[in-house]
C-alpha cells in the first residue's frame, strides 16, 4: 500500500503499508528512527482497521 497526498503545500503527506513478519517488527520503528525518519504508528487507529476491514 502506498499513497501520496499534497495539497499545493511545501511538503507531502505519505501513507505506506508494511507487512513485517512479527519477529522483526522491533527492528522497523530503530531503523526508522536511525534514519532520522518523521512516521507515526497507525496500527491502533479505528480509521486505519476500518479501511482494512
Known amino acids: 500500500m502506498f499513497h ?3 495539497h499545493g503545500a511545501a511538503y507531502g ?3 505506506v503499508g508494511m507487512q513485517v513478519p512479527p519477529a522483526a517488527r522491533g527492528e ?3 531503523f526508522l528512527d ?3 525518519y518523521r512516521y507515526y504508528e497507525e496500527t ?3 480509521a ?3 479501511f482494512l476491514s
Open 13 to 15: 503527506r505519505v501513507l
Open 34 to 36: 536511525a534514519l532520522h
Open 48 to 50: 486505519y482497521r476500518f
Open 4 to 6: 501520496y497526498r499534497n
Open 28 to 30: 522497523v520503528p530503530q
Open 44 to 46: 491502533g487507529n479505528d
